[in-house]
């Protein structure tokens, strides 16, 4: 069964690309650390819309959370052919007085887990020749942004990360957008 696998969709911009969505009637694959909020999330949308939604409550910088979220979308048939990359978090203040340990949080899901899923499911998109990945930025992305300096060095990479590969995998009909 094709899906649009959605991360942070447990709020924000998230839960919006799964109500629009579901509305366009894709089959959603939900995942956010909150279950409760996911579970109310694909009830309401599959008894509105008549679409399959599924959720997985994860914590994306959990050792290995992306190839266990990987293992279970396989392991349940289903073929990502929408990745939207939107779990994300940003902070605030003079850097050197901010947490060490949220900073390298934050490099870790806003950049490393969103790499790894992408390589992840472009194999299956690139196999099947077909496959749309929307990897959420920011304006932030264009310029230096004091005291907000390591939120605007990982949409940074986000922007630059995703121009990228759009071109690489434009021959094989995969769409990719920041």
Avoid at 6 to 19: K, N, P, Q
Avoid at 64 to 73: G, I, M, N, S, Y
Avoid at 111 to 120: D, G, K, P, Q, Y
Avoid at 123 to 150: D, E, H, L
């Amino acid at each position: 069964m094709k899906v649009t696998l959605i991360t942070g969709a447990s709020g924000g911009i998230g839960e919006a690309f799964a109500r629009r969505l579901a509305e366009k009637k894709h089959n959603l694959v939900l995942v956010a650390r909150t279950e409760n909020k996911l579970h109310e999330i694909c009830d309401e949308l599959m008894l509105k819309h008549g679409i399959t939604a599924h959720y997985v409550a994860v914590d994306l910088n959990d050792f290995e959370a992306d190839q266990k979220l990987f293992e279970e979308t396989e392991r349940n048939g289903m073929e990502v052919d929408w990745l939207i990359n939107n779990a994300g978090f940003g902070s605030m203040g003079d850097f050197a007085d901010l947490s060490l340990d949220k900073e390298l949080d934050m490099i870790g899901l806003n950049v490393m887990a969103l790499v790894a899923l992408t390589h992840r499911y472009l194999q299956g998109m690139r196999a099947r020749k077909s496959g749309t990945i929307i990897n959420v930025s920011s304006t932030a992305s264009f310029q230096p942004i004091p005291y907000m300096a390591t939120y605007a060095a990982t949409k940074a990479f986000v922007t630059s990360f995703t121009e990228a590969i759009a071109e690489e995998n434009k021959s094989f009909g995969i769409t990719a957008t920041a």
